[in-house]
């Protein structure tokens, strides 16, 4: 079975290089993922969890800039899933982004799916994660991206790269949570810890033996590939008694700065320095939830990681870093729009400044009416979500195979530019018709070529709360953000059209607003969605179709012979 397995990858690259995805001199680095249940204990209780070859956290994959991966995933697990290889752009290649219906059908159990995943200017910290249900919360891991050969980093080498990886722990069923959340109308069940690097750490039960430990030499220079993989929270993190110095988010380079927290989204990569230039002893690194709704219940615990300085010594008891507190929306806010591109020599940016397609696409959340007012929402009603007033729907045949085959009836391409009511987005005491949404599957054609801006705007329905935002398929620049409704004569003329960092995901403050531009040049079906998960499933998602240009760079390549079927 497994020379057939290596055999078919063979072919498949065979494939690649035939269709102009691989260049001849590029490196292909092959990998298999098993998604199986293995059992794991945390919190005093064992269950069962969807994982990649029995790993949870998944594997950690390294590859350099401008390499190739080919992936093949083996679903032995007992449900669909589906992969998606989050911030890498997919050049003219969406057949292997992943989302659910959105560009594939799901890998059913005992069938596989070879995925191609091209990179191409990413640099730094990726990660690959499940793209279907609420898989992701065990199925995922770090993508490490190095420099090209000849290259080095725009900072000098660290001792060692370090991935830390934010995740949330259920002690119940993932599947059940989301089961229970979409029955009842409600919101999720909050989860009973937070995990770093798939541990919780010392404040839980059941859980100081397993804490994951960083040994670090007094002098050294250390780095940290930060990934916040927590299904429903914008996570502050942060090392006692050091100070973290940012140079990277999303697979980009950042002009370096000091810090005593970060703020990371779920979605989002950071990569920080930390210089081990304290008395040796053992030192926390401690995160834990940022929350501005309000109202609204969540995961108030601490997980914890613990820095040991190599030597001979005897250890005092680790403190807790200060983090900012739980609702502190300005220490979120103005961590994320201190990020600058390098915007030198080696890493220049490339604004669009000429705009072609100018958007503006409210997030909110909503609900639907619930029959005799017995579901878990406000008022009895059913919590739903939004982009532009529109609820998605997800199809059962996947909008990339219906638009390739030119499919009937799956979708329909009438996503608005602008919201369809024009109200005071983050006023007070909106009317509560404004709560309830269309439920529909659109789309948004972009013309291949044209600069596009859109203005993320929150909005105050039910309170309001941040929204990370994830586009696939591009990286875009953070050009402006800020408090309130966005103001379209006097917030341009504030953008950073100079250094603004180039990000696939950004978080809207709660009840305000972010600008991002890029050039539409990656041809295809891409998915822009919130990167919290219940907001998913509420439905806060679209989808864009970006149309072939006319040279034969410009098109979408042809699918692999292996997609799933639907």
Known sequence: MRLKVEIFIQQIVGFLFLVGLLPVHAFVHQHRFVIKEAPYSKLCSSKNILTVNGQFPGPVLYANTGDTLVVNVQNDGSQNITIHWHGVKQPRYPWSDG????????????TNFSQKIK???????????????????TVHGALVIRPANKTNYPFPKPAAEVPIILGEWWKSDVQEILNELLASGGDANKSDAFLINGQPGDLYPCSKNDTFKLTVEKGKTYMLRMVNAVMNNIMFFSVANHQLTVVGTDGAYVKPFKTNYIAISPGETIDVLLEANQNPNHYYMAARAYNSANGVEFDRTTT????????????STPVLPNLPNFDDTNASFNFTRTFKSLADKK???????????NLLFTFSVNTLPCENESCGGPNGDRFAASANNI???LPRIDILGAYYKNI?????DEFPSFPPFNFNFTGDSLPVELQ??????????????????IVLQGTSLLGGVDHPIHLHGYSFYVVGSGFGNFDKDKDPLKYNLVDPPHQNTIAIVRNGW????????????????????RHVSWGMEMAFIVKDGKGSHQKLLPPPPDMPKC
Not at 99 to 110: L, M, S
Request: aromatic share 12%; glycine share 6%.
């Open 408 to 412: 009937n009836g799956v979708y329909r």
């Open 304 to 315: 914890t990681a613990i820095i040991q300085y190599r030597g001979n010594y005897t250890p």
């Open 347 to 357: 890493h220049p940016v490339n604004v669009p400044l000429n705009v072609t397609t």
């Open 436 to 453: 309830r949404p269309d439920r529909r599957t659109e789309v948004h054609v972009l013309e291949y070529g044209t600069n596009v801006e």
């Open 99 to 110: 989302p659910e219906f959105i560009t594939q059908c799901p890998i059913r159990p005992g």
């Open 514 to 533: 972010a600008a991002i531009r890029f050039k539409a040049d990656n041809p295809g079906v891409w998915f822009m969605h919130c990167h919290l998960e």
């Open 391 to 393: 609820s998605f729907v």
């Open 119 to 137: 990179l191409s200017d990413e640099e730094g910290t990726l990660w690959w994660h499940a793209h279907s249900d609420w898989s992701r919360a």
